[in-house]
Nanobody, 124 residues
Framework: QVHLVESGGGLVQAGGSLRLSCAAS????????MGWFRQAPGKEREFVAA????????YYADSVKGRFTISRDNAKNTVYLQMNGLKPEDTAVYYC?????????????????WGQGTQVTVSS
């Protein structure tokens, strides 16, 4: 069982930045591919970014490419999402997720563990 806890959300003006963190309670964090998803009110949960367990390859949704950066620190059992150039349409609850020793996936049902989410609100 892996417990994930997100932090770093908040209220920011359009054009601003936030860095989300997701701390994992497992000694085998380096063996998990990690993803960030988001869900806006009335919408489906959607893929934002992922970073693989073995090579640290990164993948992004087209809507955030060039603005968001996912990274991980295996020594701290933490994955990050640096969000720059935020837009009102980025407003959502952001979730981190983990899947064991597999390639990246943008499909939410491929992930085994989820955090409780952190709210990001971007004002115009």
């Amino acid at each position: 069982q892996v417990h994930l806890v997100e932090s770093g959300g908040g209220l920011v003006q359009a054009g601003g930045s936030l860095r989300l963190s997701c701390a994992a309670s497992t000694r085998t964090f380096s063996s998990y591919t990690m993803g960030w998803f988001r869900q806006a009110p009335g919408k489906e949960r959607e893929f934002v970014a992922a970073i693989t367990w073995s090579e640290g390859r990164t993948y992004y949704a087209d809507s955030v490419k060039g603005r968001f950066t996912i990274s991980r620190d295996n020594a701290k059992n933490t994955v990050y999402l640096q969000m720059n150039g935020l837009k009102p349409e980025d407003t959502a609850v952001y979730y981190c997720a983990a899947r064991w020793k597999t390639i990246y996936s943008a499909y939410r049902y491929d992930y085994d563990y989820w955090g409780q989410g952190t709210q990001v609100t971007v004002s115009s």
